[in-house]
């Protein structure tokens, strides 16, 4: 059947485009709604299911060479949630505040892993499993925040992981109210909060640009 065949004949027939109604968000929206979140709301509980769905991802997206060597430990609040935020490190930049401040961390946790050596190949198709789980997270109503600095050696111990773990993926209800600030490329990229508002910096889409 030719493209826009339906479209075209319902136009010859009553004598008006169709309106097609989008469903769901663009890409640029969840890009928008998906923020690094470090304050949680404890009152939801996040499931397994919701983690598994989140998970099922990584078997659409892509993978270099198509090695797919991911493997995800799956933790929720009645799952070892307790033991895996402790080992986590979250908000660099502001040490002073300690966060996640208490009462308001997350409770539940994909941990990535790999089957084999970490490797270039291995970095990348991590980027596009996090960032990928990341969104699907945010098109479920959820926020998540992605964590590479961890005690990796007590996290592989507390949950009996088979292989490396390499980040963690938070998830939960965000709790936060989260702003994008636009700055010069030369200016700090350094995140802040100020009158219960985290700030992020992004650079300038027109000096991310190499010019000819």
């Known amino acids: 059947m030719a493209d826009n065949y339906l479209e075209k004949r319902y136009e010859e027939v009553f004598g008006k485009k169709k309106v097609v109604k989008r469903v769901g968000h663009t890409l640029d929206e969840l890009l928008l709604k998906n923020r690094s979140t470090r304050g949680y709301n404890q009152q939801f509980v996040v499931s397994r299911e919701m983690l598994q769905q989140i998970v099922g991802v990584n078997t659409k997206i892509g993978s270099g060479c198509n090695q797919q060597v991911l493997r995800f430990r799956l933790v929720t609040r009645d799952t070892g949630a307790a033991a895996v935020l402790p080992l986590l490190r979250m908000g660099a930049a502001l040490p002073d505040l300690h966060l996640p401040l208490a009462g308001t961390g997350p409770e539940a946790f994909i941990v990535c892993c790999s089957t084999v050596a970490e490797s270039k190949l291995v970095d990348i198709d991590l980027g596009i499993s996090l960032q990928s789980m990341a969104l699907k997270a945010t098109e479920m109503g959820l926020s998540s925040l992605i964590v590479g600095a961890f005690n990796k050696g007590a996290l592989r111990e507390a949950l009996s992981l088979p292989c490396e773990p390499l980040a963690v993926l938070c998830v ?35 000096e991310l640009i190499i010019d000819e």
Not at 174 to 196: F, T
């Open 172 to 206: 939960g209800k965000g709790a936060e109210r989260i702003e994008l600030v636009p700055i010069h490329a030369d200016e700090s990229h350094a995140y802040w909060r100020e009158e219960g508002v985290h700030y992020v910096p992004k650079v300038r889409l027109e």
